[in-house]
C-alpha cells in the first residue's frame, strides 16, 4: 500500500497467510504419504496410483533440495543459521520432519536445517507442491535467493522477521508478471519468450547495425543465449550484489521489460569488439559465458 502506516499490518497479515499456506502443502504432501502405506502396491504403474504420487512428491522434493543447495554455496550468508526460521516447519513434534527425512534418505545429509538455505527451500516448497504448480520453472531458487538475501539482510529487525513471508509474496507477484515466458504455447505469441529474445536483437539493431549483421552474418540466434538472461533476470550474470542493483531499477521501471532489454544490449556492446573479430566458435563460447566467470571482467557491473 502506498501509505506507510499500513506496512507493517500487511506483512504481518501476509505473514501468517504465509505460515498457513506453507502447511497446507506440507500437510497435504504428509497427509498423502499416509495413505501411500494402506494404498496400492509400490509397483502398481496406474499413473493415478498413491504410490506413483508420493514418487513424484519425492521427485519434487529432492529437486528443491537440489536447486538450494546449488544457489550461491560460496556466499557465508546461506550457510549460517537464519535468524528467524519458520517455526511451524522446523519443529520437531510436528509431521512436518517426514519430508526432510524422505529427503535425506536419498541424499547426503548435511546440516542444511537451521541456515539460511531452509528460508529458500521454504518459500519454494508451497510453490511446487501447490494444486496451481510452478514446478516446471527450473532455475527459480535462481529469482528466489536474492530476494530472500535482500529481506533477510534488512537492518531493521521487524523486517528481516518476516524475510521467507515477503519473498514468497514478491516472488508470487514476480511470476504473475513473467510467467508467460514458460508457458510454450504462447512462445510465438507477443508475449512469450520467443517473441522476447527477437526482441534483444530487434534492439540491439536499433543501438548497434554493424554488430547485430555480425550476428545475423553468423546465424547466432538470441535463443542460443538470450533464454538464460531473460528467464532469470540476469541473476546468473552477475554477482549478487549487481543483481540487486540491477533488480532495483528494473522493478523501480513501469517499463522493467524494455529496460531489462538494455541491459541485455549493453551486455552484448560490451563484448562488441570481441564478437565483430571472432568467428561462430569463439562467438558462441563468449556470449553463453557467464559475465561472472569473464577473465578480466571480474563480473562488476561497473563494466556496462
Given at each position: ?80 543459521p ?8 522446523l519443529d ?15 541424499t ?13 527451500t ?37 523486517w ?93 521501471d ?30 558462441m ?20
Amino acid at each position: 500500500p502506498p501509505t506507510q502506516h499500513l506496512w507493517l499490518t500487511l506483512v504481518l497479515s501476509t505473514k501468517t497467510a504465509y505460515v498457513r499456506q506453507v502447511g497446507v502443502a506440507i500437510k497435504n504432501l504428509v497427509d498423502r504419504e499416509q495413505d501411500t502405506w494402506f494404498g496400492s502396491k509400490p509397483l502398481n504403474p496406474n499413473p493415478d496410483s498413491r504410490w506413483n504420487t508420493y514418487f513424484k512428491d519425492n521427485e519434487v522434493l529432492l529437486q528443491i533440495d537440489k536447486d538450494v543447495r546449488r544457489l550461491y554455496p560460496d556466499m557465508a550468508f546461506f550457510q549460517r543459521p537464519t535468524d528467524y526460521p519458520c517455526l511451524l516447519i522446523l519443529d520437531p513434534q510436528n509431521e512436518f520432519e517426514t519430508l526432510r527425512k524422505r529427503v535425506e534418505q536419498t541424499t547426503l545429509k548435511s546440516q542444511t536445517v537451521a541456515r539460511n538455505r531452509s528460508g529458500v527451500t521454504n518459500v519454494s516448497s508451497p510453490l511446487k507442491t501447490s494444486p496451481n504448480s510452478l514446478s516446471e520453472y527450473e532455475g527459480m531458487n535462481e529469482i528466489v535467493g536474492p530476494l530472500y538475501y535482500t529481506f533477510a539482510t534488512d537492518p531493521n529487525s521487524e523486517w528481516k522477521e518476516h524475510a521467507e513471508a515477503d519473498t514468497f509474496f514478491c516472488f508470487t507477484n514476480l511470476m504473475a508478471e513473467i510467467r508467460d515466458n514458460f508457458i510454450k504455447s504462447l512462445d510465438d505469441s507477443q508475449c512469450g519468450i520467443t517473441y522476447k529474445m527477437e526482441k534483444v536483437y530487434s534492439t540491439l539493431k536499433e543501438k548497434d547495425v554493424e554488430l547485430y549483421l555480425k550476428l545475423q552474418e553468423q546465424n547466432i540466434k538470441p535463443q542460443f543465449f538470450a533464454f538464460r538472461w531473460l528467464t532469470l533476470l540476469l541473476s546468473q550474470e552477475f554477482l549478487l550484489p549487481d543483481v540487486i542493483r540491477i533488480w532495483d531499477s528494473l522493478f523501480a521501471d513501469e517499463k522493467r521489460f524494455d529496460f531489462l532489454l538494455l541491459v541485455c544490449c549493453a551486455m552484448l556492446t560490451l563484448i562488441r569488439d570481441q564478437l565483430l573479430e571472432g568467428d561462430f566458435t569463439l562467438n558462441m563460447r563468449l556470449l553463453q559465458v557467464r559475465i561472472i566467470n569473464r577473465v578480466g571482467m571480474g563480473g562488476n557491473l561497473g563494466n556496462l
